[in-house]
């Protein structure tokens, strides 16, 4: 079963009343399912909107899975030990994740500090690679003037 037939038939009046108000007259009244699919579909986007607004289970849905929960679920996650780093944090579970603010000092100083070591070690590979053609080469002359 459908989305839109269980609408349809837990809420009839809402249905016919979303159908009539896109300037659809209804013809069968068995099938509202159907009109409400036929309705979104050449409706586009504001008629789903209708339609999920009249859905019976709007409130539970909205009630798990609507912006003011997830503050909720953010708020039982966070830790309470009273520390300073976690009295500092209100970002929630922002805190598990490393540099996900892009603002922590340490995880920046981490960064850069890597970034200067991978530059050194570029720089090294760099000059190795050079001497070793350089002595590639010089083997090479030397080899054929012998």
């Known amino acids: ?3 839109y037939n269980d609408i349809a038939r837990r809420n009839p009046q809402g249905a016919t009343s979303v159908i009539s108000s896109f ?3 209804i013809v069968d009244r068995s099938d509202l399912g159907q009109s409400l699919n ?4 050449n409706e586009g986007e504001p008629a789903l909107i209708k339609v999920m607004e009249i859905h019976p289970d709007k409130d539970l849905i909205l009630e798990l899975f609507g912006e003011k929960n997830q503050n909720k679920i953010f708020e039982t996650s966070k830790s309470q030990c009273g520390c300073g780093s976690c009295a500092r944090n209100s970002n929630g579970r922002q805190e598990q994740f490393m540099n996900a603010s892009g603002s ?9 500090k890597q970034n200067s ?3 050194v070690i ?3 590979t760099n000059v190795i ?3 070793a ?3 590639v080469t010089v083997a090479l002359l030397m080899h054929k003037k012998i």
């Open 133 to 135: 053609t350089i002595f």
């Open 23 to 25: 300037g659809y007259e």
């Open 1 to 3: 079963m459908s989305d």
């Open 117 to 119: 070591q991978s530059d």
């Open 38 to 41: 036929e309705l979104v579909a």
């Open 129 to 131: 690679l050079v001497v």
């Open 122 to 124: 570029a720089s090294q």
């Open 104 to 112: 922590d000092a340490n995880s920046v100083a981490n960064t850069s």
